[in-house]
Structures are given as C-alpha cells and as structure tokens.
C-alpha cells in the first residue's frame, strides 16, 4: 500500500478529509524519525516500537575481489510490533464485499 491509498482509507474510515490525513501522517512520520534519532524510543500503544539500535563493526568481505574490509560501528533503526499487532496478523484477513 502507498502513502497515498492509505491516506484514502484513513480519510474514509475517520470521515476526516484527505488533507488533514496526509499533514497528520506526515507530521506523525517527522516526529517519529526526530525521536528515534535522538535516541529515544518511541512506543505507539496497538502498533509497536521504533528505537535506534547500535551494529558492532565487524568484518566483511568484498565480493568482488574476496578482500576482507572493516565494517564500522553504525546505527539502524529497529521496529518491534506489539503483541496485539502481532495477534492481528494471525486472523484471517476480513471478506471483501460482493
């Protein structure tokens, strides 16, 4: 689903209209990336998660020519879903009208 058929639904499921979900979700992504960043963990209740996680340098290998080359330290952001998104997914997906 793209940003844009997800706004529809939102739009139609909240009877709010499209614009105010496209600010409101554009602001929600903004504020969730500035947090993370940083280094705050961000908890949305029914959804899960977001952190920043840190990698450890490690070595790596260059697939073209086999060389070994050093991996730096870096950072990745890490999703967990909750355990009530999770129970979500097992359902069976709901029947599409006729």
Known sequence: MKKKELVAKVSARS???GIAVNR????????????VHAGEKVT??????????????????NLQT?????????????????LSFK???KQPPPSLPA
Do not use: N, Q, Y
């Open 44 to 61: 949305l209740s029914g959804l899960g998660t977001f952190r920043m996680k840190t990698r450890k340098p490690k070595p790596a290998r």
């Open 15 to 17: 009877k709010v209209s």
């Open 24 to 35: 409101v979700i554009k602001s929600l992504v903004k504020t969730i990336a500035e947090s």
């Open 87 to 89: 129970r979500l997914l």
């Open 66 to 82: 086999g060389e070994t080359v050093h991996l730096p330290e870096g950072k990745k952001v890490s999703f967990k879903p909750s």
